[in-house]
């Protein structure tokens, strides 16, 4: 549960992921289809605030990751006739349930493409299936070469919603990760060509934000944007898109204390003073998903400067160094994803530092972090 007693705050720009929608639709062109892909709360900043949103800017679909997500999706005021696809895993008993919700199910094995077509016999309906099949993930769906499997839709070809691949490394500019894309492509490709063959005409999609911007031959008939809709590069060491940060994670110092050199700040005494200084205390911690290996490393902001955090990351606190900020006092604003003034700390950053990616940064932040909604801006 959130408080309204604590200053931590994740705020959501919804101007800014509005933006980060015109930015795909511009890269894939119209008139493909864009499935917004919204699972894991999209990505830590609301599923279901993003998700009307991004109907309301007019995306064709929207993806999720678990049975769960998709019906409280679809039970959602504004959600009730939106496409919604499972991209992730789901299990044989879960089929009836998603079926009568009339919510697309990526299907990659046999024990789940049986019983969903059986669903859709026993409720007189074609059940919405998008096979997945793996050319090179090594995660999930039918080998390119099974398509016996294709088999299952003689007699309900209309349940073959769908034809779908996942990309390993469509987000790494290097030759040989753009080799094995091109891999997986062609794989794709092969297995396109005999549905289109047999006669089924499902809809293609298989680019995902690195292909959206790599590969622009994976983008056939819908695409399906992720973390770029959120404002991370994904190809961070490459072409630079002009993508918004849409949250900021914002708190306020606590109190601010004097220490002396040679004294030691936080557990494990990891960090000493090197001289005397002034160190803020902040009211946000690992258990607000804030990453302890962030410690001694990240920065934040305050009053539009970096000033360095000092000592482990705690569960509910932090401690930065003010010594360089005089003018500091306790109340004042502390910006540790996002912008304040001319300075901006980007997820990328903040993903550096703590030897991950900007996914895990977003979908790590927890719940007791509420999040707020500004429909104007620009964006972190």
Not at 144 to 167: C, K, N, R
Not at 176 to 198: G, I, L, P
Not at 355 to 366: A, K, R, V
């Amino acid at each position: 549960m959130s408080s309204d007693f604590r200053p931590t705050v994740a705020t959501i720009s919804l101007a800014a992921f509005r933006h980060n929608l015109d930015e795909v639709r511009r890269l894939v062109g119209h008139p493909r289809g864009i499935m917004a892909v919204v699972k894991a709360n999209a990505y830590g900043h609301g599923i279901t605030v993003l998700a009307r949103e991004a109907v309301k800017w007019g995306v064709q679909a929207l993806g999720v990751a678990t049975v769960d997500e998709a019906l409280e999706l679809r039970e959602t005021q504004g959600l009730v006739d939106v496409p919604i696809l499972v991209v992730g895993t789901s299990f044989p008993e879960d089929a009836e349930m998603l079926q009568k919700a009339h919510i697309s199910v990526a299907v990659g094995n046999p024990a789940l493409l049986r019983e969903h077509m059986a669903v859709g016999r026993r409720l007189e309906q074609a059940p919405r299936i998008h096979l997945k099949f793996d050319t090179g993930m090594g995660r999930n769906g039918f080998a390119p070469d099974s398509l016996s499997v294709l088999d299952a839709f003689s007699q309900i070809p209309d349940a073959l919603e769908g034809l779908m691949t996942h990309f390993a490394v469509s987000d790494e500019p290097d030759e040989a990760n753009r080799q094995y894309t091109d891999d997986q492509c062609r794989s794709f490709a092969s297995v396109v060509r005999e549905v289109h063959r047999r006669g089924f005409r499902p809809v293609i999609h298989a680019a995902n934000s690195g292909a959206i911007l790599n590969h622009p031959a994976a983008h056939y008939e819908m695409v399906r944007p992720g973390m770029m809709l959120y404002g991370a590069n994904p190809n961070p060491n490459g072409e630079q898109l002009p993508l918004r940060q849409v949250m900021t994670l914002s708190t306020r110092i606590v109190s601010i204390h004097d220490h002396r050199e040679g004294e030691s700040i936080s557990y494990g005494r990891t960090y000493t003073m090197s001289r005397d200084g002034r160190i803020g205390l902040l009211p946000i911690g690992y258990g607000d998903g804030l990453p302890r290996s962030l410690s001694n490393k990240a920065e934040v902001l305050v009053a539009g400067r970096r000033v360095p955090i000092r000592g482990r990351v705690c569960m509910d606190a932090t401690m930065i160094d003010l010594t360089g900020v005089p003018e500091a006092i306790a109340g004042d604003e502390v910006v540790l994803y996002g912008g304040q003034g001319t300075e901006r700390i980007s997820l990328e950053e903040v993903a550096r530092h703590a030897g991950t990616i900007p996914y895990e940064i977003t979908c790590q932040l927890s719940r007791r972090v509420p999040r707020t909604y500004r429909d104007s801006g620009s964006g972190a």
